[in-house]
C-alpha cells in the first residue's frame, strides 16, 4: 500500500520559517499533482499550494509571496517552504498526492493523504 509521511511541523515565532517535508512510500507506479493542504480549528480545510507532475504550481491567495512549494520526484516528495509565517497560519498541514499504483495488469489511481503536522505561530 501507499503511505504520505509528513515532518517538518513545530512551533515558531511569528516572522519566522518551517519547511514541511512528504515522502510517498509503496508500490507507487506514478505521482501526479502533490499539494499541501491545512485546517485551521473549527475551520474547513483549505488548499494551501499545488503542484503538478510537470512543476506547474498554484497558492492560495494568503500564502503567495510567502510559501514555495516544490517537489523532488527521484525521492517521491513534496516540499512545503513556510516564511514569514504569522499567526494566522497556525493549522494543522496535510500532505495530498493522487497516486497511481501497479498490481500485475492493472493500475489503479486514487487520491492519499498524510496523517497531519501541526505548525503552530506564536505572535
Known amino acids: 500500500q501507499v503511505q504520505l509521511v509528513e515532518s517538518g511541523g513545530g512551533l515558531v515565532q511569528a516572522g519566522g520559517s518551517l519547511r514541511l517535508s512528504c515522502a510517498a512510500s509503496?508500490?507507487?507506479?506514478?505521482?501526479?499533482?502533490m499539494g499541501w493542504y491545512r485546517q485551521a480549528l473549527g475551520k474547513q480545510r483549505e488548499l494551501v499550494a499545488r503542484i503538478t507532475s510537470g512543476s506547474s504550481t498554484n497558492y492560495a491567495d494568503s500564502v503567495k509571496g510567502r510559501f514555495t512549494i516544490s517537489r523532488d520526484n527521484a525521492k517521491n516528495t513534496v516540499y512545503l517552504q513556510m516564511n514569514s509565517l504569522k499567526p494566522e497560519d497556525t493549522a494543522v498541514y496535510y500532505c495530498?498526492?493522487?497516486?497511481?499504483?501497479?498490481?500485475?495488469?492493472?493500475?489503479?489511481?486514487?487520491?492519499?493523504w498524510g496523517q497531519g503536522t501541526q505548525v503552530t505561530v506564536s505572535s
Open positions: 495530498n498526492a493522487g497516486i497511481t499504483t501497479q498490481v500485475p495488469n492493472q493500475k489503479f489511481w486514487r487520491e492519499y
Open positions: 509503496g508500490s507507487i507506479f506514478s505521482i501526479n499533482a
